[in-house]
């Protein structure tokens, strides 16, 4: 249940008396920090302007309404469209690399002859597979340039179009609980003010959960292909790792380092106002249910390419 401890959310006519509330002084005119400034009286304004039902807290629900619109209209797109270039190389780079490795292993046998290479059985295998990977590695890059999923961009497009909007809306909320602020007298579920950190902890161990569940949920629709790549995969690093070489791994590397930002977000948002610990909550709740909801149609999609393969081979 919502909850609101001011008089501005029981008297709906007062919201015309907060209307009318003096302007915050600007500290130091700069452009970003006027820039900041004004977003948050704008931000202040527009939870007075909004028709919210008069028990509602107006403030907090403005925050949960500008976290959910901000993130459908700049993250969502280049989101959706991560995704598109991560299933065209799944689905069509891997398999057509897949066909031509036979292929490529010829060619590499062929040019071994050539070159007059001696050694024993291991020896030739040991070179024939080290040539084949190279030879592989160079056409699959070839095949995600032609197909315009390149992974470095896929992977680095929504997190330079989020972290702006991120950082910024971050600001805008620390500016609008700068004393002196309304917000001092409005409470959210277990923030007593605003303005003031969650002192339960409550909202930045949320935080904390919802992350981390972001990250491990990520293999419950992972594909029966990318699971057996991915054993394959571990099998390999474990026989190069008993050969006594050293193999890192980007995956694991990642999700580790998410992990520890899981409990580095809690300790973060344990700090700052009860307005950015809101917006963090409700930012990483969307993104939460945006993986599950894009994930699942990721699988949806990758299950009638399936059928329409066999569909196709069966004709």
């Known amino acids: ?46 939870a007075i302007a909004l028709p919210w039902p008069p028990e509602w807290p107006p403030y907090s629900c403005t925050i949960i309404l500008v976290t959910v619109v901000t993130r459908l209209a700049f993250t969502v797109p280049f989101s959706v469209w991560a995704k598109n270039r991560q299933w065209r190389a799944e689905n069509v780079v891997i398999p057509q690399l897949k066909q031509e490795i036979p292929a490529i292993h010829k060619h590499v046998q062929q040019e071994m002859k050539k070159d007059g290479f001696r050694g024993d059985k291991e020896a030739v295998i040991a070179e024939i597979n080290k040539r084949t990977r190279v030879v592989a590695a160079k056409r699959r890059t070839e095949l995600l340039r032609e197909n315009r999923c390149s992974p470095m961009l896929t992977i680095a497009m929504p997190i330079v179009t989020q972290l702006p909007l991120f950082v910024g809306t971050s600001m805008v909320m620390s500016e609008a609980a700068r004393a002196p602020t309304v917000l001092d007298s409005e409470a959210f579920f277990t923030l007593t003010s605003l303005s003031h950190a969650d002192s339960t902890l409550t909202l930045p161990i949320m935080l904390g959960i919802i992350t981390l569940a972001n990250v491990e949920s990520s293999k419950w629709f992972v594909s029966a292909e990318v699971l057996q790549r991915e054993q394959q995969v571990s099998k390999w690093t474990a026989e190069r790792r008993a050969r006594g070489e050293q193999v890192l791994e980007p995956r694991k590397i990642y999700q580790t380092a998410l992990r520890i930002l899981s409990v580095g977000r809690i300790l973060i948002a344990a700090m700052v106002p009860g307005t950015v610990q809101l917006y963090w909550v409700t930012s990483a709740t969307f993104g939460l249910l945006q993986s599950w909801a894009l994930d699942y149609w990721d699988m949806r999609r990758r299950q009638r390419h399936a059928i329409s393969g066999k569909q196709n081979d069966s004709a």
């Open 1 to 46: 249940m919502l909850l609101t401890r001011t008089a501005l959310s029981s008297l709906r006519p007062s919201l015309v008396a907060a209307a009318r509330r003096p302007r915050r002084p600007l500290p130091h005119r700069t452009f970003v920090s006027s820039t900041i400034h004004g977003l948050s009286e704008g931000f202040l304004d527009l």
